[in-house]
Structures are given as structure tokens and as C-alpha cells.
């Protein structure tokens, strides 16, 4: 699709306000591929090499992959924008698998239709019209059906204390997807491309630190710009577009290893995702009555933030089996104005699960009917589930503990 200077600086002025693209080396990159669509080229790794990463003469891809690798961190940029702030982009910008070339894509292209002439078609637009008249009604009827489903969704979590306070607040929320840390062995040194994820490296922070511990090793790996997501993010990201009724201005979208502490001061915040991935989040965990530890996997219990009375281990924790996953929910206010609430568990299932019974409305009874509460739901709480599953799926969820909390939950700006 052919578009004008116009039309791309006010697209990119859009973009480039977005979080995901705080970065000034990916508004670059971006940049630059679509100047080379505006002059009809497709640019070639090593000619991104030279212009954008000042790489020399001698440049070699077969060595290094740090164009492909910003590469696939700019289209994974894209993807999710479009999924939160651009979701509603008339023009989009769509970075092809195994090129570097940009395509611009209408979100609705109009299709040329088909002349029919009237004397050869009558009796079949005749048809049609007696089977759209017959249907009507009754498609009236379900539409103005569904209509009212909508309705009373929304009308039941803005009457849900779960979320009511999210949905009635005067700042955005800001749901944080926890994202996994990878890092790479260079092409050099072996006969193909490997990325690396280590469950004790979980930031550039901790691999930083992992490269002083072993001097030795040091050369053999090198960060990268790429991370990746656990299963559960598609349904959380759908299940809650549909609590805030797809609304982009109320409801944003940021991974976890971009989040700062400005993000936490402006906004509320979801987390949802594993315990390695909290990033700045894990001073918020610690507060809590149930604590995690990865190593191995177990919860301890701890009623008055104190003493622990319970510590759950994780003994048929495996990744491909089924086992039990302990899903930590946790919502609770960090100033007058500011709302945090952490999903945390240590298998994908957990999360969803999680997730599903905060937004179904029998949850309310099951806490009633386990004598957790007496009436409504409290604002701010802490709970522990009890998640049977497998992989992707969980089969039975329970609640194992719950607490009302009745006080902030401050830390400190540890930039």
C-alpha cells in the first residue's frame, strides 16, 4: 500500500509516544526501514549493520546477530502496541517474518466489487431479500440480547469490588506482563544460533552480575534485546480487555523488564507472571503474608507477616507433568490514588486461573461458602489458590488462604 509523508509522521508520532518504544536505538531502526520503503529499497543485514550499529567493513552475519536479534525485538514491539495503544490504527505497520522490509496495512481494505447485472440475478437477490426479511426479526432479537450481555458485564465489574476501583479511577491502569530473560552464545564460537535461558539470570542486571561471579566465561555470552512470554498472556490479555470493555485509554499494556518506577507512581498496576520476572515489582512481594521461593519451589505462610505456620512445597513440580501450582493474588492501595495488584505463580496455568475466578462471579460465593468473608468481597486482599494442572490447562482450583489487607503498601524508589 502506497501512503504519504504525512500520513507516516503523524503514525509514527503515535507509535513513538507509545511505552514500548521508549528506546531510542528501536524509533531508529523503525525509522530507517521505512525511509528505505519510501525510496523502494529493501536494505540488507549488513547494510544495517554499517548505517545503524557503525559496524565496520569486516562485518560478518554469519558471526554476529545483532541485527536480526533488534530486528525481532522491534516486530515483537509492534505486535504488542498494536494489541494495546494501536489497537484501534486505521494504518498499520507490519515488519515481514525473515525480511526487513515494512509494509504499511489498512485494517480494513476495501474490496472492488463484482458488477451484476439486475435481469440475470433477479430471482436470486429476490431469495435473498425474502430470507434477510424472514431473519430479521428474530437477528434483532439476539443482537439486542448480546447488547444487554454487555451491558450488565460491565455493570457487574464496576460492581465488583475486585476491579470497581480500577474501573472508577481518575488514572490509568497499566496491566505488566511478566517477560522471560534470554541471553546468547555468539555464532563464533558454535555452528548454530543459541539463545539461553537460565532460571537464575532473570534481567541484564542478573546477568551483569552472573558475568563477575565467572570471570572465565566472559566473551562466550552476550545480552540480547529479547524476551519472551509465558502461555497464559493471550487469555489474561483478553479476559481483562473485556473487564475494562477494550477501552485502550483505561486499560495499557507494558512488559515487565520495560517497567520503571515512574510507570508504578503514574498508573495502577496488574502484574501477572511468574516470580522471576517481577522485575522492580518484587519489593511490592515482599510485604506480603505468603512468600515465594524458586529454589526449590515452595510458599511459606506467614498470617502476622512474621512467624511461618505453613510452608508448601512443590514436590511434583515438573514442567510437562501434572502437578499443583500456588497462584499468590494480592491487591492493595500504595498511596490515596495508586492501586497494585499481583498475580503470581510459578506455572502458566496458575495465572489463568487465577485470572478466570477474579473475573467470574460465583467467586464472591466461594469465598462466602469457605467462611472467608461473611458479605462482599473487601477492595484490598491477599489469597492463595490451589491450582491442579497440566501445562496450559488447570482442572480444579481452590482456595486455599484469604486476608483482608486494611493498610498501604509502601516501598521505596530503588532506582
Known amino acids: 500500500m502506497k501512503i504519504d509523508k504525512p500520513n507516516i509522521d503523524e503514525i509514527l508520532t503515535k507509535i513513538y509516544g507509545s511505552d514500548h518504544f521508549s528506546a531510542e536505538l528501536d524509533r531508529k531502526l523503525l525509522s530507517y526501514l521505512i525511509e528505505a520503503h519510501l525510496s523502494g529499497k529493501t536494505p540488507k543485514e549488513i547494510d544495517i549493520a554499517k548505517d545503524l550499529f557503525h559496524k565496520d567493513g569486516d562485518f560478518n552475519p554469519i558471526d554476529s546477530s545483532i541485527v536480526r536479534t533488534h530486528i525481532y525485538s522491534l516486530r515483537k514491539k509492534l505486535d504488542i502496541y498494536y494489541l494495546s495503544e494501536g489497537a484501534n490504527d486505521k494504518i498499520r505497520i ?63 465489574q464496576e460492581n465488583n469490588p475486585v476491579w470497581a476501583d480500577f474501573l472508577s479511577s481518575e488514572l490509568p491502569t497499566l496491566l505488566v506482563i511478566g517477560d522471560y530473560y534470554v541471553y546468547q552464545r555468539p555464532h563464533k564460537l558454535t555452528s548454530s544460533e543459541q539463545f539461553i535461558r537460565d532460571v537464575e539470570i532473570n534481567s541484564k542486571d542478573d546477568f551483569e552480575k552472573y558475568l563477575r561471579r565467572n570471570p572465565e566465561v566472559k566473551g562466550q555470552y552476550i545480552q540480547t534485546p529479547l524476551t519472551y512470554l509465558g502461555m497464559e498472556v493471550p487469555y489474561v490479555v483478553s479476559r481483562l480487555t473485556k473487564v475494562f470493555s ?48 524458586l529454589f526449590p519451589h515452595k510458599i511459606f505462610y506467614t498470617p502476622n507477616y512474621k512467624d511461618t505456620v505453613e510452608t508448601i512445597t512443590l514436590e511434583s513440580y515438573y514442567r510437562y507433568g501434572f502437578h499443583d501450582d500456588f497462584p499468590i493474588v494480592a491487591k492493595f492501595p500504595t498511596t490515596d490514588k495508586n492501586i497494585v495488584m499481583l498475580m503470581v505463580s510459578f506455572s502458566s496455568f496458575g495465572r489463568a486461573e ?57 516501598v521505596e524508589n530503588k532506582r
Not at 430471482?123 to 424472514?134: C, D, N, R
Request: net charge positive; proline share 3%; aromatic share 14%.
Open 246 to 293: 477494550g477501552d485502550e485509554n483505561r486499560l495499557k499494556i507494558k512488559l515487565a523488564s520495560d517497567l520503571v518506577w515512574q510507570d508504578v507512581q503514574k498508573n495502577n498496576i496488574i502484574y501477572i507472571g511468574s516470580e522471576k520476572s517481577l522485575g522492580i515489582m518484587s519489593s511490592f512481594l515482599g510485604q506480603l503474608r505468603f512468600k515465594m521461593n
Open 94 to 156: 507490519q515488519l515481514q517474518k525473515g525480511h526487513y522490509k515494512i509494509e504499511f496495512l489498512t485494517t480494513s481494505e476495501p474490496k472492488n466489487p463484482k458488477r451484476i447485472k439486475w435481469n440475470q440475478y433477479f430471482a436470486f437477490a429476490l431469495i435473498v431479500i425474502l430470507i434477510l426479511s424472514f431473519f430479521s426479526f428474530h437477528f434483532w432479537q439476539k443482537s439486542n440480547s448480546w447488547e444487554k450481555q454487555i451491558k450488565n458485564l460491565s455493570l457487574e
Open 354 to 410: 487465577a485470572i478466570k475466578e477474579l473475573t467470574t462471579p460465583p467467586f464472591q460465593k466461594i469465598l462466602q461458602n469457605k467462611h472467608f468473608i461473611q458479605n462482599e468481597v473487601p477492595y484490598y486482599f491477599e489469597i492463595l489458590f490451589k491450582v491442579h494442572g497440566i501445562e496450559r490447562s488447570g482442572f480444579n482450583t481452590e482456595v486455599l488462604h484469604f486476608h483482608e489487607i486494611t493498610s498501604k503498601i509502601i
